[in-house]
């Protein structure tokens, strides 16, 4: 499960559009308001360079993109 509301509040602290993120994600803004909206996921790769774009440590970014994953382990 995606931590939207984390990673909307991310972007927001950024001053990011979300054209802007969409655009260096390359992909389209329909499909990042679904990912943020959980209609569909984030891929490995777009959370990455969506991690990196924010300057999120690997603590934010696991918890932001792969909290589930995290529960599950524990």
């Known amino acids: 499960m995606t931590n939207t509301t984390q990673i909307r509040a991310y972007i927001e602290s950024q001053g990011l559009k979300l054209g802007h993120v969409a655009r260096v994600l390359g992909i ?3 499909a990042l308001h679904q990912k943020l909206n959980d209609e569909s996921d984030f891929k490995v790769s777009e959370a990455d360079r969506l991690s990196a774009m924010l300057g999120l ?10 909290l589930s994953l995290i529960h599950i382990s524990e």
């Open 57 to 66: 440590t690997m603590e934010q970014r696991d918890a932001c993109f792969f």
């Open 28 to 30: 389209s803004s329909s």
